[in-house]
């Protein structure tokens, strides 16, 4: 079986999440709650909320996801993001129609969307916020790590540079 072509960018969101999270443990508690104008919040209210949300999206495709307490440590952090990705995996691995309906219901109201708009959604939502993170790692003189796509292909072997012989 071919693997989904969404790998890569599931397997992007949770490696990023990861590195953001990991670098963001030399901070001090104070530097974890510094407000953030112009983004979510502070570091740590962003981070919290990028992992609960991720298990919250997930939960709509796999019973049983436990979400990150609201005052979850960066480690209690990393360990849910990690188990997401593995969740994740499995749910790229299984059939999955781009239309079919996803029901939430919210505040009295029954909101449909297709399951292309909500994997697009995860994608989205964690690119938005570790954006956020990485101001606030800027604002505190700390140069945020590379988590971009290109640097997530370097990393894990899915870009390679060969010497070109052609044109």
Not at 72 to 83: D, K, M, N, V, Y
Not at 111 to 133: E, N, T, Y
Request: hydrophobic content about 40%; aromatic content about 8%.
């Amino acid at each position: 079986m071919a693997a989904s072509v969404l790998n890569d960018a599931f397997a992007h969101h949770i490696w990023a999440s990861e590195r953001l999270i990991d670098e963001c443990t030399a901070l001090t508690p104070e530097q974890l709650r510094t407000p953030v104008p112009g983004t979510y919040g502070s570091i740590i209210d962003t981070l919290r909320h990028l992992v609960r949300s991720d298990g919250w999206y997930l939960s709509f495709f796999r019973e049983g996801i436990t979400r990150a307490d609201e005052e979850a440590t960066l480690g209690e952090l990393r360990s849910a993001i990690t188990r997401n990705g593995a969740a994740w995996v499995e749910v790229l691995a299984g059939e999955l129609d781009a239309d079919a309906d996803i029901v939430e219901y919210d505040n009295g109201w029954e909101v449909h969307s297709p399951l292309g708009v909500r994997l697009a959604q995860v994608i989205h939502h964690g690119s938005d916020h570790r954006s956020h993170v990485c101001t606030g790692l800027s604002i505190l003189g700390r140069t945020p790590p590379e988590i971009d796509v290109w640097a997530y292909a370097r990393a894990t072997g899915r870009e390679r540079a060969m010497k070109s012989h052609g044109p």
